[in-house]
C-alpha cells in the first residue's frame, strides 16, 4: 500500500536512521535510539523487537526492549508478552501475516483492521492489556536482507488519541529503512558488536579504530602493554579479525552509506 509522507517527515526519518548508523556496531544503542526517534516523532508506549531469522511458524519476537516508560509495571508487561511470543496472539494476525509474506513488511494501525469489540474478546487483550487500557496500536514489520525481520509498535492508552495516516505512513517508511540495513549496516545483538566487549575494551576498540599500537593503548590506559595485548586480542577475537587492518576493514564495510529507499 503507497502511502504519501510529507517532506518534513520523511527527512525526520532518515535523519533518525542515520544517526542509528552512528551506532551500527552497538546492538543496544541503537535500538534503543530508534525507539526514543520513533516515540518523539509519533508518540506513544515504545517496543521494539529485532529476529536475526523467522520461526518455524511466522514471526515471533526476538530481540526486544521497552523504551521511556516510567511505570514499571508497563515495563514488565511488554517483557511478558515477548517472552510469551506476543505475535502470536495478535486478532490481526491473520490479514497482517499474508502482508509479510507478500510485500516483505506491514505498518498497520490495529483499529483500522480489527473491531474493539473483536480486540476486547481477544487473549492479547486479556492477558496483557486490558489492565493497562492500552487502546490503540501502531505496528510494523519488515522483512531484513539476511532473513530475520524487525518490528516497531507504540501503543496509545484509552484516554489518548487514536493513531493518524501520518502516523502511518512515518512507520512505513521508518520500517523499510531499519529493514534494509539489519544485520549489515545495523548490527543485532547476536552479531559481533560494542555490546559483546567489555568497557575496557570497549576503550580499547576505540583507540585501535584511531591506529593506536599496544605501546600507546598501553600508555593511554594506564595498563601494562602485555595486557593491553590482551585486550587487543579479545576485540579481534570478537569481530572474527586477526589484524588493525582487517579490525579497520571490518568496520568501514560495515559502516559504509546505504542506498536511499525509495518513497
Known amino acids: 500500500m503507497k502511502r504519501s509522507i510529507s517532506i518534513q517527515d520523511a527527512a525526520s526519518c532518515i535523519r533518525l536512521i542515520e544517526e542509528c548508523?552512528?551506532?551500527?556496531?552497538?546492538?543496544?544503542?541503537?535500538?534503543?535510539h530508534l525507539a526514543d526517534g520513533f516515540e518523539r516523532l509519533v508518540g506513544g508506549s515504545m517496543s521494539l523487537f529485532v529476529m536475526p531469522q523467522?520461526?518455524?511458524?511466522?514471526?515471533?519476537?526476538?530481540?526486544?526492549?521497552?523504551?521511556?516508560?516510567?511505570?514499571?509495571?508497563?515495563?514488565?508487561?511488554?517483557?511478558?508478552?515477548?517472552?510469551?511470543?506476543?505475535?502470536k496472539l495478535l486478532p490481526e494476525l491473520p490479514v497482517i501475516a499474508p502482508m509479510l509474506e507478500r510485500d516483505g513488511g506491514f505498518a498497520y494501525?490495529?483499529?483500522?483492521?480489527?473491531?474493539?469489540?473483536?480486540?476486547?474478546r481477544s487473549e492479547l487483550y486479556d492477558r496483557f492489556?486490558?489492565?493497562?487500557?492500552?487502546e490503540d496500536f501502531l505496528s510494523s514489520a519488515q522483512l531484513c536482507p539476511g532473513g530475520g525481520v524487525v518490528?516497531?509498535?507504540?501503543?496509545?492508552?484509552?484516554?489518548?488519541?487514536?493513531?493518524?495516516?501520518?502516523?502511518?505512513?512515518?512507520?512505513?517508511l521508518l520500517i523499510r529503512l531499519?529493514?534494509?540495513?539489519?544485520?549489515?549496516?545495523?548490527?543485532t545483538r547476536q552479531q559481533a558488536g560494542r555490546h559483546r566487549l567489555t568497557p575496557r575494551q570497549q576503550q580499547v576498540l576505540d583507540l585501535l579504530l584511531e591506529g593506536a599500537s599496544d605501546k600507546e593503548i598501553a600508555t593511554s590506559l594506564?595498563?601494562?602493554?602485555?595486557?593491553?595485548?590482551?585486550?587487543?586480542?579479545?576485540?579481534?577475537?570478537?569481530?572474527?579479525?586477526?589484524?588493525?587492518?582487517k579490525l579497520l576493514g571490518y568496520f568501514i564495510r560495515r559502516s559504509s552509506r546505504s542506498p536511499v529507499t525509495q518513497y
Not at 548508523?21 to 534503543?32: F, K, M, N, V
Not at 518490528?151 to 496509545?156: M, N
Not at 585486550?231 to 589484524?243: I, K, L, N, T
Open 222 to 245: 594506564r595498563i601494562s602493554q602485555a595486557t593491553a595485548h590482551e585486550h587487543v586480542v579479545a576485540v579481534f577475537r570478537c569481530f572474527g579479525v586477526r589484524s588493525r587492518p
Open 21 to 32: 548508523g552512528e551506532l551500527w556496531a552497538d546492538a543496544p544503542a541503537w535500538q534503543q
Open 151 to 172: 518490528g516497531l509498535s507504540l501503543h496509545r492508552h484509552r484516554h489518548e488519541t487514536v493513531f493518524s495516516e501520518r502516523d502511518e505512513a512515518v512507520a512505513a
Open 178 to 187: 531499519v529493514g534494509e540495513r539489519v544485520g549489515f549496516r545495523l548490527s
Open 54 to 87: 523467522l520461526g518455524p511458524q511466522g514471526p515471533e519476537m526476538g530481540e526486544g526492549g521497552t523504551s521511556r516508560n516510567s511505570d514499571p509495571e508497563l515495563v514488565r508487561m511488554f517483557e511478558d508478552y515477548r517472552q510469551a511470543g506476543g505475535l
Open 109 to 120: 494501525r490495529q483499529s483500522s483492521l480489527v473491531s474493539r469489540a473483536d480486540y476486547y
Open 129 to 134: 492489556m486490558a489492565r493497562h487500557r492500552l
